[in-house]
């Protein structure tokens, strides 16, 4: 089974008809990541092909200097 690096499939292997769950840690890019899922078994002569996408963490700011801080608009 071809996949990215990134994403966890559940089950890895497995024998007959079944269900694969997609999972990964948490995206912290600013932009979405995709990938390709391809599966192949013995005796099935076209692989099955799926894309997945994450997406980006939202984007933030933090400012701490250990004491309340404030910005003025202009």
Not at 8 to 36: E, F, Q, W
């Amino acid at each position: 089974m071809a996949k990215p690096s990134w994403l966890k499939l559940n089950p890895s292997t497995g024998s007959g008809n079944g269900t694969i769950a997609n999972s990964a840690d948490a995206h912290t890019g600013r932009t979405a990541r995709t990938g390709t899922v391809t599966v192949t078994g013995v005796g099935v002569s076209t692989p099955s092909v799926y894309k997945v996408t994450q997406s980006p963490k939202s984007e933030f700011a933090s400012f701490d200097n250990g004491s309340e801080m404030s910005a003025p608009k202009t």
